[in-house]
């Protein structure tokens, strides 16, 4: 049996043994991903409580965290739209 050998799924459509592989890897970059937004936004957290700690004000560094955050937001939405762009456009290649 070889890669491009049919397989029926559960929904009664085939795939192939590729179109599973590319699912798997699309799974895990997805959690790649996550993670690190996620990593990301732990980092913004403790530099701000580090900065804190090191004695300087509040009110100054509240907007800088702020301002990272909506930079992770604004990035995690880019991340999205790719990511929906690519599945759309892989689902239609293996139609």
């Not at 409580?49 to 509040?58: I, Y």
Request: hydrophobic share 30%; glycine share 8%; charged share 20%.
């Amino acid at each position: 049996m070889n890669n491009s050998q049919r397989t029926q799924s559960t929904n009664g459509t085939e795939i192939t043994k590729n179109d599973k592989s590319q699912q798997k890897q699309q799974r895990f970059l997805r959690r790649v991903i996550t993670g690190a937004l996620v990593a990301q936004a732990a980092l913004i957290g403790v530099e701000g409580n580090l900065d804190v700690l090191s004695g300087q004000p509040v009110l100054d560094i509240i907007p800088g965290m702020i301002t990272q955050g909506v930079e992770l937001i604004l990035k995690t939405q880019g991340v999205q739209k790719r990511l929906k762009t690519r599945d759309r456009n892989c689902n239609s290649c293996s139609d």
